[in-house]
Structure formats: C-alpha cells, structure tokens
C-alpha cells in the first residue's frame, strides 16, 4: 500500500525567511496530492493541494512542487509570520480512491 | 456556511465500554470520512462513506463500525473500548465522488480518552 515519508519532523525559521517541507510518496498511481495544516486543538485545514498533471501550484506566500519521476512533493513558504506556526501534513491519494494517506507531520516554529 | 461540525467535542471512557461520535458534513457534502489521530502522528484512515454506502475501510478492528444517515451526516462507533483507542478523531466531508472532487475538509475532531 501507499506510503508517505515527511520531513523534517520540525523546522524552526526566522520571521520573514523561507520553509520548506519535503514529503516522498511509494505508490506511484497516486495522483492527488494535499497538504493540511493544523493548529493546537483544532481539525486539519486544507492550505493547497496539487494534482499529478501539474507540476507546480502557487497560491500567495505558499507553493506546492511535485516530481512524479522521483515520487516527491513539497511545500514552500516565503516570507514566514508567526501565524505560519503550526503542524503542517502532507497526504497522498489515488484515482477513485479517496482515501488519504498521510505523513506524520512538522512543527513548523517562526522564531520572531 | 457552517464548516463540518462534530459531536461532541470531549469524551472520557472507560475501558470495555462503547462511544458513539458524531459528524455532520459541510451542506450539500455527500461523502464522509472518518480517520484517527493519535497524539503527534498523522491521521489514519478508518471509513469512507458515499450515499449512504461504506466505499472504503481502513486496518481496524471490526470493534470500529460507522453508518451515513439519508442527510448525510454520519455516526462512527467503537465497542469494548481499549486505552489504545484514546485518540482525535476527525470526520471530513467532500461533495462527491469524481476526479475533481478530491478535496476533503475536516471538522475539529472529538478527543476521546479511554481511561
């Protein structure tokens, strides 16, 4: 079955500079690809996700890039603020199959 | 409009016992999903329902079973709760089935602790 691997497990940024978080994905018939963030205490909230026809997706301060040859997929934040700090997953589905299949996450800490 | 709602929001069990979880989707939603997510991991995928009918399972233990109700909204069970079973669990909602409708919102969960 699918598997996703996550990385770093944390990842500690300065205000304002870049973060990315890398994920790798095993099952090669996936083909949509979310990533979530989530806050203490509160459910998953979809930030952008890419599907496999695309490469890259951009939404204001956050971008999606996928390598369907290597099997991986990350997340890019520019110009980070403390509202960024979070746990942020990355997940992976295929087809008709709508099942999520999900890296372990990272704590993303803006450092002010 | 009102997000994916869940009921209710803190349940404290004891071992053996049964816990019924309750999830109603976004309007106009069809299908529910149910993971769990046990502290510091990602979530786990445990049903997955479309109209009514169970379109998918996860690896759990027939003690997991869940039901969606004609309104959409759905019900998760857990018999002979085990301390193991204490986890989030998130109910997400999505319109339907098709390609571009992978999109999967989730409610805030509800915190089970099994004691």
């Known amino acids: 079955g699918e598997n996703v691997e996550q990385h770093p497990s944390t990842l500690s940024v300065q205000e304002g500079d870049s973060a990315v978080i890398k994920c790798t994905y095993s099952d090669s018939a996936s083909n949509y690809f979310p990533w979530y963030k989530q806050e203490l205490g509160k459910g998953p909230q979809l930030i952008i996700d890419i599907r496999s026809n695309v490469g890259e997706k951009k939404d204001q301060r956050i971008a999606v890039t996928l390598n369907k040859t290597a099997k991986h997929f990350s997340l890019h934040i520019t110009e980070t603020q403390p509202e960024d700090s979070a746990v942020y997953f990355c997940?992976?589905?295929?087809?008709?199959?709508?099942?999520?299949?999900w890296g372990a996450g990272t704590k993303l800490i803006i450092k002010p | 409009d009102a997000g994916v709602t869940q009921s209710p929001t803190h349940l404290i069990k004891t071992r053996g016992q049964q816990v019924t979880l309750r999830c109603s989707p976004i309007s106009g939603h069809k299908s529910v999903s149910w993971y769990q997510q046990v502290l510091g991991q990602g979530p786990q995928f445990i049903f997955q329902y479309y109209e009514k009918e169970e379109r998918g399972r996860g690896n759990f233990p027939d003690r997991f079973s869940a039901r969606q109700f004609p309104n959409y909204s759905s019900e998760l069970n857990v018999n002979a709760l085990l301390l193991g079973d204490s986890a989030l669990y998130l109910c997400?909602?999505?319109?339907?089935?098709?390609?571009?409708?992978?999109?999967?919102?989730f409610g805030p969960g509800t915190r089970l602790t099994v004691l």
């Open positions: 997400a909602s999505r319109p339907g089935t098709g390609g571009v409708y992978n999109e999967q919102f």
């Open positions: 997940a992976a589905s295929r087809g008709s199959n709508y099942q999520l299949i």
